[in-house]
């Protein structure tokens, strides 16, 4: 059974950093393009960073220089660091493959205070 489940999430100062893990089950990371996602509340879900199979990374505007992805292959896991975080990045933020999704996970809840 293919499962994401993402973690790491809190509440946080604006400012402050936290680092977001996302463990997958039933699904190879390796080799596939990977991103995170984000979706505040009464807004669209909306991506934030990926991380393609040719190593290649991009991020959204929004987050740049703030964000950085990473992967571990060998252990199905994928990471957000994120620093100097601002409250405008307050959402659930969620991870799946490119470009075909696996089932959605619950996502983390990061919540940023000014």
């Known amino acids: 059974q293919e499962q994401l489940v993402e973690s790491g999430g809190g509440l946080v100062q604006a400012g402050g950093s936290l680092r977001l893990s996302c463990t997958a089950s039933g699904i190879s990371f390796d080799r596939k393009s990977v991103g995170w996602y984000r979706q505040a509340p009464g807004k669209p879900r909306e991506w934030v960073a990926l991380?393609?199979?040719?190593?290649?990374?991009n991020y959204a505007a929004s987050v740049k220089g703030r964000f950085t992805i990473s992967r571990d292959n060998a252990k199905n896991t994928m990471y957000l660091q994120m620093n100097s975080l601002k409250p405008e990045d307050t959402a659930v933020y969620y991870c799946n493959l490119i470009p075909t999704p696996a089932p959605w996970g619950q996502g983390t809840q990061v919540t940023v205070s000014s």
């Open positions: 991380s393609f199979r040719t190593g290649n990374t």
